[in-house]
Each structure stands twice: as structure tokens, then as C-alpha cells.
């Protein structure tokens, strides 16, 4: 079992960036496949990025790519989010989560271990 942490979220402007970090600890981080949702207020959670064991190989989201890139330091055991160019429709709760399958998924219920999230919330 792993367990995770996010942290870095905050109140920025349109256009703005931020990075946030999760950090893992419990079972060997390089043995999951890890990811960020986000939720917004009635809405369901929604896939942002994910990316594989190795680090190596991502997939981001059409609605933020160009804009968000995800990366993990195996040492470190954490993840992070860069996200730029920010715009108020990217307010939400972001999660972090994890998922001992190899393969990378789009859909949230593939991963069985969250965070408890960190709010963004972008003004324009």
C-alpha cells in the first residue's frame, strides 16, 4: 500500500503557473503507475495526466495539453504537475493517485490509492 500527499495548489491568476508535488511513501513508489484528476464542483473527476513506472512514457489530457506536463523522480518518490498558461476553467481539487497495474489508464476507478487533494483555483 502506498500512501500520498499533495501539496503546491493555491489562488494564481489566468496565465499564471504552478507545480504541484505528491509525495508517496509505504510500498515502493517505482511499482505504480501514477496519475492527477481533478474535480471541480458538481462535476465528476476528470483525467488530467498520467505516466508509467519508468517515467518515461506520459499522457496527457487534450483539454491541458501543451499546457501541463507530469514527471516523477523514483529516488525522490514523488510526482508533480506543471501547469501553465493557466486558466480559470483549470480550478479544481487535483488529486494524486496511484495504481499497482502496469498500464497506464485514463479512467479513475484503475487506480485504488488517492490523496486527499489540493485546491486551485484560477482567477481571470
Known amino acids: 500500500q502506498v500512501q500520498l500527499v499533495e501539496s503546491g495548489g493555491g489562488l494564481v491568476q489566468a496565465g499564471d503557473s504552478l507545480r504541484l508535488s505528491c509525495a508517496a511513501s509505504?510500498?515502493?513508489?517505482?511499482?505504480?503507475?501514477m496519475a492527477w484528476f481533478r474535480q471541480s464542483p458538481g462535476k465528476e473527476r476528470e483525467f488530467v495526466a498520467t505516466?508509467?513506472?519508468?517515467?518515461?512514457?506520459?499522457h496527457i489530457a487534450d483539454v491541458v495539453k501543451g499546457r501541463f506536463t507530469i514527471s516523477r523522480d523514483n529516488a525522490r518518490n514523488t510526482l508533480a504537475l506543471q501547469m501553465d498558461s493557466l486558466k480559470a476553467e483549470d480550478t479544481a481539487v487535483y488529486y494524486c493517485?496511484?495504481?499497482?497495474?502496469?498500464?497506464?489508464?485514463?479512467?479513475?476507478?484503475?487506480?485504488?490509492?488517492w490523496g486527499q487533494g489540493t485546491q486551485v483555483t484560477v482567477s481571470s
Open positions: 493517485a496511484a495504481s499497482s497495474r502496469e498500464g497506464m489508464s485514463l479512467v479513475a476507478y484503475a487506480y485504488a490509492y
Open positions: 509505504g510500498r515502493t513508489f517505482s511499482g505504480y503507475t
Open positions: 505516466i508509467n513506472r519508468r517515467g518515461d512514457i506520459s
